[in-house]
């Protein structure tokens, strides 16, 4: 029901898009094209892993000193040493309508698009050691906190995208292309995105014993941004999720070469929330 709702919408915003156009070229629609494309592209976040190693650190940080503070209320962080290891994979394919105003010889176009896309980045070998202050009878007693975990957040949201393209040198056999373009997915796919993760470490206290604590489990990404909304940051401010929905960001070069009349294959590589490498195939009418 979803996708045939987001197709119907692709016609509406296409009729409506193609309607205004004409005025803006000069009344060039009668010479315009339309074409049809199928793409799959690889996706992952290789590119910004480092951005994201710090994120999940903290993340993991935290989620240990919670399980700890479960048991020894009023724990002060001094000093936390992290590292892990981060990986992704992915995969997205798409179909796309796309209009040339200016027809065979226009180096503009409008493309809309209908996308399947599939994210997971894994948080793998991480580990923390974290010194501590624990509060007792009055006075503040040293303590260590050692721990281990792993994690995986996958999200796979189906989206409509608008994109411009520039190509230049249409006339080549072969010739270069820009595109630029943004997404729309529905918050649904956001609440259904899940977060998988394990957590474990042994908890000291100077002069005292050691104990063990462990967690893991599979949370929807609705309950943590519900989490986050009862919780409150250190300033007593409420923690929010900056999107309702799923945005995408496109920004793409690539390549686009005639096999036949009318018959063209693209390859392009792109941010795409991430980093993605495409392929397609393209008919023009």
Same mark, same amino acid.
Request: proline share 4%.
């Given at each position: 029901?979803?996708?045939?709702?987001?197709?119907?919408?692709?016609?509406?915003?296409?009729?409506?898009?193609?309607? %205004?156009?004409?005025?803006?070229?000069?009344?060039?629609?009668?010479?315009?094209?339309?074409?049809?494309?199928?793409?799959?592209?690889?996706?992952?976040?290789?590119?910004?892993?480092?951005?994201?190693?710090?994120?999940?650190?903290?993340?993991?940080?935290?989620?240990?000193?919670?399980?700890?503070?479960?048991?020894?209320?009023?724990?002060? #962080?001094?000093?936390?040493?992290?590292?892990?290891?981060?990986?992704?994979?992915?995969?997205?394919?798409?179909?796309?309508?796309?209009?040339? &105003?200016?027809?065979?010889?226009?180096?503009?176009?409008?493309?809309?698009?209908?996308?399947?896309?599939?994210?997971?980045?894994?948080?793998? #070998?991480?580990?923390?050691?974290?010194?501590?202050?624990?509060? #007792?009878?009055?006075?503040?007693? &040293?303590?260590?906190?050692?721990?281990?975990?792993?994690?995986?957040?996958?999200?796979? &949201?189906?989206?409509?995208?608008?994109?411009?393209?520039? #190509?230049?040198?249409?006339?080549?056999?072969?010739? &270069?292309?820009?595109?630029?373009?943004?997404?729309?997915?529905?918050?649904?796919?956001?609440?259904?995105?899940?977060?998988?993760?394990?957590?474990?470490?042994?908890?000291?206290?100077?002069?005292?014993?050691?104990?063990?604590?462990?967690?893991? %489990?599979?949370?929807?990404?609705?309950?943590?941004?519900?989490?986050?909304?009862?919780?409150?940051?250190?300033?007593?401010?409420?923690?929010?999720?900056?999107?309702?929905?799923?945005?995408?960001?496109?920004?793409?070069?690539?390549?686009?070469?005639?096999?036949?009349?009318?018959?063209?294959?693209?390859?392009?590589?792109?941010?795409?929330?991430?980093?993605?490498?495409?392929?397609?195939?393209?008919?023009?009418?």
């Amino acid at each position: 029901m979803a996708i045939r709702k987001s197709f119907k919408s692709i016609l509406v915003l296409m009729v409506c898009l193609l309607g %205004g156009i004409p005025p803006l070229f000069g009344g060039v629609s009668v010479k315009g094209k339309i074409e049809l494309g199928f793409h799959y592209s690889s996706w992952s976040v290789r590119l910004i892993e480092g951005l994201l190693e710090t994120a999940l650190n903290d993340a993991l940080k935290s989620q240990m000193l919670n399980l700890a503070r479960g048991e020894y209320p009023g724990l002060i #962080e001094n000093s936390a040493a992290m590292s892990s290891t981060i990986d992704s994979s992915g995969s997205n394919f798409g179909f796309e309508i796309r209009w040339y &105003p200016a027809g065979d010889k226009g180096s503009f176009s409008l493309g809309l698009s209908l996308e399947k896309t599939s994210m997971a980045v894994m948080m793998t #070998e991480a580990k923390a050691d974290i010194t501590l202050d624990v509060p #007792e009878d009055g006075t503040l007693k &040293p303590a260590t906190f050692s721990g281990q975990g792993n994690g995986e957040f996958r999200l796979e &949201p189906w989206s409509f995208h608008v994109n411009f393209r520039w #190509e230049f040198k249409p006339e080549w056999i072969v010739h &270069p292309y820009l595109a630029l373009g943004v997404g729309y997915g529905s918050g649904r796919y956001l609440d259904q995105g899940t977060l998988n993760y394990n957590v474990q470490g042994d908890f000291r206290i100077l002069g005292g014993g050691t104990e063990y604590f462990k967690e893991s %489990g599979t949370k929807t990404l609705k309950a943590v941004k519900d989490k986050l909304g009862d919780d409150a940051d250190s300033e007593g401010k409420v923690l929010k999720v900056p999107f309702w929905f799923v945005p995408f960001f496109q920004i793409s070069l690539g390549a686009k070469g005639k096999i036949a009349d009318n018959l063209f294959l693209l390859g392009e590589a792109a941010f795409w929330d991430g980093f993605i490498l495409r392929g397609a195939i393209a008919y023009r009418f």
